[in-house]
Nanobody, 125 residues
């Protein structure tokens, strides 16, 4: 089993930056693909970003491309989501997820095997 714990959420103003962390325990996630998803109130959970097992490939949701960066630290068994130029539309609960198949051939929510509890990000205008 893989346990995932997100941190780093909070309240920021539009235009500011925030970095989310996802610390994994239970297993070494170096062979897993890792993803970030978000869910705003009244909306479905949506894909944000993902990184493959080696860190050589990343995927981003179009509105976040160029503003968000996903990365991973193998020594710390942790994945990060750096978010810049935040807008109120980025307000949501953000979830980290781990995919046993370390590739990004498919990266929809149903492809991921383990999920964290989420961290709230609120961007004020």
């Amino acid at each position: 089993q893989v346990q995932l714990v997100e941190s780093g959420g909070g309240l920021v103003q539009a235009g500011e930056s925030m970095r989310l962390s996802c610390a994994a325990s239970g297993r070494n996630i170096s062979s897993y693909a890792m993803g970030w998803f978000r869910q705003a109130p009244g909306k479905e959970r949506e894909f944000v970003a993902a990184i493959n097992w080696s860190g050589s490939k990343t995927k981003y949701r179009d509105p976040t491309k160029g503003r968000f960066t996903v990365s991973r630290d193998y020594a710390k068994n942790t994945v990060y989501l750096q978010m810049n130029s935040l807008t109120p539309e980025d307000t949501a609960a953000y979830y980290c997820a781990a995919k046993w198949d370390g590739t990004l051939t498919r990266y929809g929510a149903s492809e991921f095997d383990y999920w964290g509890q989420g961290t709230q990000v609120t961007v004020s205008s």
